[in-house]
């Protein structure tokens, strides 16, 4: 099979099978019979000479030479995909789709269960939620790995557009029988406290150490880890401070033996983003789901 040969309609049944991860999810996906999705992986097969996916468990895992390829056609294929589907509505209620969002762990805590709340008279729409390191956030944007990223304001390119989802002030939580937990906190309790930093650096202040450098004050941090959801075990069971977004703090709050406090001083907001690639601006079904996380943010 020359490369002129090669049906676009293999393409897609490509770039669904490697999204999927299966045939028969593949096979519903594109409206077709496994059989006939079978067929067409198999005319892939031959054209590349590969078997361009192996299967371990209940899963299709692409080869390497599937991911090489994928790389470089998935950017072709959205545009021509995005192009057709500007003149077609987005009915959610009977079209299938997967919307793959790029999010951490704490804003997965945050927009999830409002946002599946809001999916729910729609059950055949899936949403597939990535961690992806912020570096490669533009790429898998261009790629279509990713619809969607919502993170911290980062420098992007003019290929992605981007708009202010939220703001997100910060709170400070303390054990419910902390001393400071009925009082408040003034500035000289927080600076005598000692404190939690969440961080995925080894080190390095937090945003709220930036505010306090400007007053001339230094916390005492005992406890540096990754989650928010650990500190926030440490504070339930110790005398430690926490320093975090609100929205969160309130979640876990519920849940926990935690006060939410006002911080002492005036912190920096967190600003949170929605970013996409502007390719895909007009595609309606991406358009649609754009307009569910502006609703719950």
């Known amino acids: 099979m020359s490369a002129t040969r090669l049906d676009l309609n293999l393409l897609t049944v490509f770039d669904t099978i490697y999204r999927e991860g299966s045939l028969t999810r593949a096979a519903q996906t594109l409206n077709l019979t496994q059989p006939a999705v ?49 003149f077609h509505d987005f009915d959610p209620g009977r079209q299938r789709k997967t919307f793959a969002l790029g999010l951490r762990d704490v804003l997965e805590s945050t927009f999830l269960p409002q946002l599946m709340n809001g999916l729910a008279p729609y059950p055949d729409l899936e949403i597939n939620s990535i961690r992806v390191p912020r570096k490669d956030m533009e790429s898998h944007l261009a790629s279509g790995r990713l619809d969607f990223a919502i993170d911290v304001l980062l420098p992007v390119s003019g290929q992605t557009s981007h708009e202010l989802l939220r703001q997100d002030r910060l709170v400070v939580l303390a054990r419910q029988d902390h001393p400071l937990a009925s009082q408040g906190v003034t500035l000289d309790d927080y600076l005598q406290a000692q404190h939690i930093l969440v961080s995925s650096r080894s080190e390095g202040p937090g945003i709220e150490d930036f505010e306090l450098s400007r007053q001339g004050a230094r916390r005492d941090i005992r406890l540096r880890c990754q989650h ?70």
Do not use: K
Not at 47 to 74: C, K, W, Y
Not at 229 to 258: F, H, K, N, Q
């Open 38 to 86: 079978s067929h067409s992986l198999s005319r892939l097969r031959e054209h590349f000479n590969d078997p361009l996916f192996t299967r371990q468990g209940n899963r299709m895992i692409p080869t390497p030479l599937a991911r090489r390829f994928v790389e470089s056609m998935r950017p072709g294929l959205n545009q021509i995909q995005s192009a057709v589907n500007q």
């Open 228 to 297: 928010y959801y650990a500190a926030c075990r440490v504070v339930e069971r110790s005398d430690l401070l926490l320093t975090m977004p609100e929205t969160y703090a309130r979640i876990i709050a519920e849940r926990a033996g935690i006060t939410v406090l006002s911080p002492p001083v005036e912190m920096p907001s967190i600003d949170v983003h929605l970013y996409w690639h502007q390719a895909y601006e007009q595609e309606p079904a991406l358009a649609w789901l754009r307009e569910q996380l502006r609703r719950i943010a």
